[in-house]
């Protein structure tokens, strides 16, 4: 998705496929098809392996969006920080969390009703849609 949360490509794939090889399956071409994409923020899920093929095969600025640690290592000369508590709002997180409220306002995507990846793709494509043609008429 882009940054107001609106879909640029989607891909529903089986539970059985990691979320890193999903990437790879959904980034394949993406020159073609978004050729003026520049940066991905992505999910700590994808570090390592996936975020080097970014970077390195596909030319792209990759930013991973970490949690804040709850611990850390220190000395006995050390002064302790004060730790994190509570929610802490993830940078760009919350455009995708937003984008997947949305698409939850939708009957057919509020439950996993669909057997079929390519019928769920269907669904999000035809309420993404609505939802843009809904901000157009404004």
Known sequence: MDTLGLLIRVLVHAADISDRE???????????????LAHVWVDAGY????????????RLSVTV???PRRWRWCGEEE???PLPTGFTLL??????ER??????????LS???EALPATEAAWISCAMTCLMLARLAR
């Open 22 to 36: 999903g990437a790879k399956l959904l980034l394949v071409g993406v020159g073609v098809w978004a050729p003026r």
């Open 47 to 58: 570090q390592g392996e996936t975020v080097t093929w970014m970077e390195q095969d596909l």
């Open 65 to 67: 969006v970490r949690r």
């Open 79 to 81: 002064e302790l920080e």
């Open 91 to 96: 940078p760009r997180r919350w455009v995708v």
């Open 99 to 108: 984008t997947f409220a949305w698409l939850g306002r939708y009957r057919r």
């Open 111 to 113: 439950k996993d009703y």
